[in-house]
């Protein structure tokens, strides 16, 4: 018989499951407690009995993460983790430190099946959907290693979190959990490239979580060359469902969009990116592209006179804007990259 993944499991889950094997309701609750402290056996469970503790080992494993390679900027206090599964792969994590407190950029995927042409993750392929096990155990492990309280999560680094929806869900429901972890959801962005359908999925959830759209292009032109996904739900029907999600949750959106020198970055391109989110409830974040130098498909970071007068472009047309502030640089920060070091390209997104 498999062992069942107990962190995975929701806290009314295991108050079922105790239930069905005898054992007391209301030790689901001391085991789901210990579970969000990040224990990585249930010999940690110290206010078990050894009898109890060797019959949960018996039915269920603790998922966790290793260190494999952890990388610490000189510049500010970044620091990068690649985590090895109990499989053998590996994911990346970025913990970054705020006046506000600590942040983690956690991945959802190993790979990324939807192949953008300027991001590492895309063009390195996928090879499985992470559990909300293995999503809960980055951020517990970079904690643990720090000794330190992480207030803020970002679903922005390996995979596509809306590719991966029901264990998405479900990490999302356990780390905001008042008896678990308790993360505040208002405190979690989820970023998306534009899996439309789990837009409107997510909508009906009436979460209180930041909604990032990855939009990267001002019209489908330009899009359906740089993400694969523009072909499925193209960006019409993307900023639909947009407004559907902010008419529902009443949420800002934040709208990535990645600087590409001569790709995406004219004056032009900023006119038809202020007319398509004219009146939307949004807030666009400019990130200068991580050059990832494919021969095919080169793209650099775009001139900062441009980066500036596209800016200019979009505050005339009171859109608000930022530039993504870079931590780790030193580091290759951006999500995808350290797993592919030594490969023919080195990293990103
Ligand atoms: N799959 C999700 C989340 C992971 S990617 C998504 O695409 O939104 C996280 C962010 O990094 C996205 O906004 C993505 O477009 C961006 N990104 C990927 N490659 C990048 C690169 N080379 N330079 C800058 N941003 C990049
Ligand atoms: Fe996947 Fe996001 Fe990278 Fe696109 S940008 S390939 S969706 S991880």
């Not at 939807?114 to 980055?138: N, V």
């Not at 949750?249 to 600087?259: F, T, W």
């Amino acid at each position: 018989m498999s062992l069942v993944d107990i962190k995975s499991m929701y806290l009314e889950e295991i108050e079922r499951d105790f239930e069905s094997l005898s054992i007391p309701k209301y030790k689901a609750k001391q085991v789901f407690k210990w579970l969000s402290k990040g224990v990585e056996s249930f010999d940690e469970m110290t206010d078990l009995s050894i009898a109890l503790r060797n019959s949960l080992k018996e039915k269920y494993y603790i998922a966790s993460v290793q260190i494999e390679k952890k990388l610490k900027s000189k510049y500010d206090e970044t620091t990068k983790y690649l985590f090895k599964l109990n499989d053998g792969e590996l994911i990346e994590s970025v913990l970054m430190k705020y006046k506000h407190g600590y942040s983690i950029c956690v991945s959802t995927q190993i790979g990324c099946k939807m192949g953008c042409k300027f991001c590492a993750t895309g063009l390195s392929g996928f090879s499985r959907d992470l559990t909300a096990s293995e999503i809960l155990s980055q951020i517990q492990k970079a904690s643990a290693d720090n000794d330190i309280r992480i207030s803020n999560i970002v679903l922005m680094g390996m995979g596509e979190p809306l590719d991966n929806y029901e264990n998405v869900l479900r990490f999302l429901n356990i780390a905001t959990s008042v008896e678990g972890i308790n993360i505040g959801m208002r405190h979690i962005s989820l970023s998306t490239c534009g899996v439309v359908d789990k837009i409107y999925s997510l909508a009906e959830e009436k979460l209180q979580l930041t909604l990032s759209i990855s939009l990267h292009a001002p019209n489908d032109d330009i899009r359906n060359k740089l993400m694969p996904i523009n072909k499925r739900y193209n960006i019409s029907e993307l900023l639909l469902a947009c407004r559907a999600y902010i008419a529902k949750n009443n949420r800002r959106v934040s709208i990535e969009y990645a600087m590409i020198d001569k790709v995406n970055d004219s004056e032009d391109c900023a006119r038809q990116l202020a007319k398509l989110l004219k009146d939307m409830l949004c807030h666009v974040n400019l990130i200068p592209v991580n050059s990832i130098g494919t021969r095919k498909n080169k793209f650099e970071k775009s001139k900062k006179e441009s980066i500036q007068k596209f800016i200019k472009v979009l505050k005339y047309n009171k859109i608000p804007v930022t530039v993504r502030r870079t931590l780790g640089s030193d580091i290759s920060a951006s999500c995808g990259q350290l797993k592919r070091k030594g490969e023919k390209y080195e990293n990103i997104c």
